[in-house]
């Protein structure tokens, strides 16, 4: 069974989840606070490890016009790096407004404990974002 690592890139959190390509089916799995890069890197590694992940797919930001703002430049070299040091393919998918449509998606069907946990939000963004890769691969 593949699994696939689906991310959520943002400044303060890296939100995470878990899919099978095979079922095209994604689950929350973990929020990273984003401390410094290394240390990053070594915590994704272990992921990867530990999860037998096959491949990752991030969302790249960009503005609604399409154009690329900073924070897509940052996740462009994110992809780089995540190349580089864990040797897995990385694909990219559009992630427009994936944190908006999670934090809608909490407000109508979670607590309000729920939605004001970022980290919920970030990872529901990472299951977005693999749902959207797993759509597009069908």
């Known amino acids: 069974m593949s699994k696939v690592l689906g991310i959520d890139f943002g400044l303060k959190r890296i939100g995470l989840a878990l899919g099978y390509e095979e079922f095209k089916m994604s689950f ?12 990053l890197f070594i915590e994704l590694k272990e992921i990867v490890k530990k999860e037998d992940i096959k491949k990752i797919v991030i969302g790249i930001p960009r503005y609604l ?7 897509t430049r940052q996740v462009k070299n ?30 109508s069907s979670a607590s309000k404990k729920k939605l004001k946990d970022k980290k919920n ?6 299951v977005i ?7 597009t691969t069908s």
């Not at 990219?92 to 449509?101: G, I, K, Q, R």
């Not at 974002?129 to 759509?135: E, K």
């Open 28 to 39: 929350p799995y973990k929020t990273l606070e984003k401390k410094d890069n290394e240390s």
């Open 129 to 135: 974002i693999l749902d959207s890769y797993f759509q």
């Open 121 to 126: 939000i970030d990872q529901l963004a990472a």
């Open 78 to 107: 994110f992809i780089k790096r995540l190349n580089s040091k864990l040797g897995l393919p990385v694909l990219s998918v559009d992630e427009a407004l994936t944190s908006f449509e999670a934090e809608k998606i909490l407000k």
């Open 65 to 71: 016009n399409g154009e690329e703002s900073l924070t």
